[in-house]
């Protein structure tokens, strides 16, 4: 985004769940922050109240595809088909593909009716090789103005999120950022 404004947008990806995303609401909530969360389509179908949730509270949906399938192992029309049936649930226009990958093909034919959004901070939370010194680590380290940073709304991440979100995002209002959501 614009490294010319001192602002960050936190994305959270792969949800909703109950072990994680209730959690995740209560932070943005205490600190008055609207996030993205990409969330996959069947993870909506399951639990239709934690979207509606995080809808109610302010915050941006994107689209993470129906079943966190891989655009590199499909072909175009059925990872287009599976963001399309993940999107009769999500209702937005925007798009991540799940680890970031995708093929230049899907991309030229998604981004006719998407905005894709891919990160420059990965914070790597879902990793059982990080903790949450680590995870926090990552957001000091590389985040910039502009950055895209990316959590999870998942059971591997849950763990180290409840150390870690809160203490960056006291770190990055202390450095200054403000907190967008995408348009």
């Known amino acids: 985004m614009d490294r010319n404004e001192r602002a960050v947008y936190l994305t959270f990806d792969d949800g ?10 209560d932070v943005l909530r205490k600190y008055g922050i609207k996030a993205t969360f990409f969330m ?4 909506v179908r399951k ?4 979207y ?9 949906i994107g689209n993470h595809t129906h079943n966190h ?6 072909s175009i029309r059925d990872y287009s088909y599976n963001i399309e049936k993940a999107n009769a649930y999500l209702h937005t226009n925007l798009v991540r593909p799940p680890h970031g990958w995708m093929r230049l093909s899907q991309y030229a034919w998604l981004s006719r009716k998407f905005k894709i959004v891919m990160w420059d901070v990965v ?36 763990d180290k999120l409840r150390t870690a979100l809160p203490q960056a995002i006291e770190w990055l209002q202390q450095e200054g950022y403000e907190f967008k959501v995408f348009e």
């Open 123 to 158: 914070t790597r939370d879902y990793s059982k090789w990080m903790t949450a010194a680590n995870v926090l680590y990552n957001v000091k380290h590389y985040t910039r103005p502009g950055s895209i940073i990316t959590f999870h709304d998942s059971l591997k991440s849950i």
């Open 16 to 25: 909703p769940i109950p072990e994680a995303t209730p959690y995740i609401l």
């Open 40 to 43: 996959v389509g069947d993870n």
């Open 47 to 50: 639990h239709p109240e934690l």
């Open 52 to 60: 509606q949730q995080v809808v109610e509270e302010g915050h941006r």
């Open 69 to 74: 399938i891989s655009g590199f192992r499909h």
